[in-house]
């Protein structure tokens, strides 16, 4: 509904419908949030509160489940307004895409096909390029929610390399080998 249909004595006509109707409602309802406004305490009557903070004043309702919220709760993700609580609904149950609870790991995926494989040695024929592979792949890919450092990247890279010139001497013997 319009603004303007907000807290009138008057009865007014659905836009869609025609219906007349009365409504009553609060400005948090209208509001969209101000940057760098603080949480304000309730002044008027008539204004609504937090859900969260009874004593301060709501700025905007929450685009997830409609409670309304004051400048300390209101969390902005892609544009849209969200409570902590459907904020942390939304990251439980994966509905939020934008949010990232995870990330894959690839320096340690390279490190793990490079040396857990040398206990079987031959499935290094395999694990050396796939290890490779990933490190050169992944090398600028975010390694995680916590800044890490290149150097797993960097020792699957060397293990992988040393596996694979391992590989290729012993087909060069082989082949030398068998020409003598």
Not at 44 to 55: D, K, M, N, R, V
Request: glycine share 8%; with cysteine; proline share 6%.
């Amino acid at each position: 509904m319009p603004q303007s249909v907000l807290d009138t004595p008057d009865w007014a006509h659905c836009p869609e419908c025609g219906t007349l109707f009365r409504m009553l409602g609060f400005p948090a309802a209208f509001r969209r949030l101000d940057t760098g406004a603080g949480a304000a305490t309730v002044l008027a009557e008539g204004e609504s509160s937090c859900f969260y903070h009874p004593q301060k004043k709501a700025v905007l309702p929450c685009d997830g489940c409609g409670r309304f919220l004051c400048a300390m709760c209101d969390v902005e993700l892609s544009g849209q307004h969200l409570c902590p609580g459907c904020l942390e609904t939304g990251r439980k149950k994966g509905k939020l895409k934008q949010l990232q609870n995870h990330r894959l790991r690839y320096d340690s995926i390279s490190l793990a096909l490079a040396v857990l494989p040398m206990f079987i040695f031959w499935f290094t024929v395999f694990t050396a390029p796939a290890a490779i592979f990933v490190a050169l792949r992944y090398w600028k890919a975010p390694s995680s929610l916590l800044q890490r450092s290149k150097i797993r990247f960097v020792v699957a890279l060397l293990i992988a390399g040393f596996q694979v010139a391992g590989w290729v001497w012993l087909a060069v013997f082989m082949t030398m080998r068998r020409v003598s």
